[in-house]
């Protein structure tokens, strides 16, 4: 369901143990999960390819100046990170994301402006989402292709999610599509030290 974000929510727990509480006088907030791509581009490839790496999960605050709290001053000369929850819309409560951070904060003034109050974040540990996601369904797999069946089209160590390598299943992170059969680089595995050799 699609909602205002005027009902958004920041809480933060400065112990990161606790039951985190809302912070006043915030108007802004945003949650990156941009994940790092590492290059596997080889002979053969028509153009660049990448597997994915680590979740970089981090973001931004953004309100007022407020002297009643001032928890995200405070949170930016902690040296242990803190418990953040982030609520896109407070009247779907069940619904946000949290983790351990590490807080940065940032005043501005000028004459004819509110102080303003920013910050940034960074994930100091597992960040989640609620609720979490389903498991994968067979319908995000390719046309004709059912859970636990290597598809045409995708070498072995190389298979969709939801598929099954002939040597067991493969671990998300090295779900890339393979060349066809045929392929001189088809045998090449995404673990593979040496993935310019064929015949493995």
């Not at 974040?121 to 979490?132: C, D, L, Q, V, Y």
């Not at 040597?167 to 593979?192: A, F, M």
Request: with cysteine.
């Amino acid at each position: 369901m699609i909602l205002s974000g005027r009902y958004g929510d920041v809480l933060w727990d400065p112990t990161g143990a606790g039951t985190p509480v809302s912070l006043t006088s915030v108007n802004a907030w945003t949650l990156s999960l941009a994940t790092d791509r590492i290059e596997v581009t080889c002979f053969g490839d028509t153009n660049k390819v990448y597997i994915p790496g680590m979740k970089d999960v981090s973001g931004t605050i953004g309100g007022f100046w407020n002297s009643a709290d001032t928890a995200l001053v405070e949170a930016a000369d902690q040296e242990a990170p803190g418990l953040l929850k982030l609520i896109p819309n407070n009247t779907e409560p069940t619904f946000f994301w949290s983790g351990l951070a590490y807080m940065d904060a940032e005043i501005s003034c000028g004459v004819n402006e509110a102080p303003t109050l920013s910050g940034t974040w960074s994930a100091a540990g597992p960040w989640t989402r609620e609720p979490a996601s389903s498991a994968l369904s067979a319908s995000r797999l390719p046309a004709g292709v059912a859970s636990g069946v290597v598809p045409p089209g995708y070498a072995p160590g190389r298979v969709p999610p939801g598929a099954v390598s002939p040597s067991g299943i493969v671990p998300p992170s090295q779900y890339i599509p393979g060349p066809p059969p045929g392929h001189p680089l088809y045998n090449r595995r995404s673990t593979d030290p040496h993935p310019g050799v064929t015949g493995r």
